[in-house]
C-alpha cells in the first residue's frame, strides 16, 4: 500500500465518519467493519492512555494499569502536551489543575 493518501481520501473518510457518529451502533458497526480488531482495541486503548494523563497518572502507572509498554503511552503525551490538539479540546472539561500545572513548566 502507498504511504502517501491523498487528501481526498482523507476528507471523504472524515465525512463518513461525521455522518456515522450520529449514532453510536452503526459508528461501532462501521468502525468494525473498517478496521481489524487489533486496530480497534489500539485505538480504544489509546484514547484510555490520553485520559489517564489528563487525569494525572504517571507514565508509569499507566504502563501498570493497562499491561502495555512505555512506548505505547509516550505517544499519548506527547499529544496531550499540544495545547492547541484535538485532545486538549476534547479532554479539557475533564482536565485536573494539577495536571496543566505540572505539565506546562
Not at 3 to 23: D, F
Not at 47 to 61: D, F, N, P
Not at 82 to 87: H, Q, S, W
Amino acid at each position: 500500500m502507498s504511504k502517501k493518501v491523498p487528501q481526498k481520501y482523507t476528507e471523504e473518510l472524515l465525512e463518513i465518519l461525521q455522518k456515522s457518529a450520529k449514532n453510536k451502533h452503526f459508528l461501532d458497526e462501521f468502525l468494525k467493519d473498517l478496521l481489524t480488531p487489533k486496530e480497534y482495541k489500539v485505538l480504544a486503548l489509546r484514547w484510555q492512555i490520553v485520559k489517564l494523563l489528563a487525569e494525572g497518572l504517571t507514565q508509569r502507572e499507566i504502563t501498570e494499569q493497562l499491561h502495555i509498554a512505555i512506548a505505547t503511552v509516550s505517544r499519548g503525551s506527547r499529544e496531550l502536551h499540544d495545547e492547541d490538539g484535538a485532545f486538549m479540546k476534547l479532554l479539557h472539561p475533564q482536565l485536573n489543575s494539577s495536571w496543566r500545572s505540572a505539565h506546562s513548566r
